[in-house]
Each structure stands twice: as C-alpha cells, then as structure tokens.
C-alpha cells in the first residue's frame, strides 16, 4: 500500500477564520461600488456645430 503523504503547512490565520466562520458563518457575498457615476453615450461624442452655437445665444 502507498503510504499517504504530509498534510500542508498549518496556517495560523487560517485557522482562524475558519473558527470564525464556524461561530458567525460566512459573510454576505458583496460587490465593489464605483464612486465615479458612469457617463451616458452622449458624452462620448463631440458636440454638433449646430448645437454649439445654440447653446451661446
């Protein structure tokens, strides 16, 4: 029979977040919030003449 090999290096921090998880139980998955608001379409393209000239009278 083939013996079985070592287990992994024991981890400190690991262990206590499992002992963690274990008491409180897993934390609520969450997304990362963009502070920048997102531009519309219309800002990425330039201004029409027709348009410029409007908006100075």
């Known amino acids: 029979m083939k013996k079985k090999g070592k287990s992994g ?18 934390p609520k998955p969450s997304r990362v919030l963009v502070t920048t608001p997102k531009t519309g379409r219309a800002a ?9 000239i409007v908006a100075e009278s």
């Open 9 to 26: 290096k024991f981890s400190v921090s690991k262990a206590v977040k499992a002992n963690a998880r274990a008491r409180v139980g897993q």
């Open 44 to 52: 990425k393209h330039k201004r029409k003449v027709d348009e410029l």
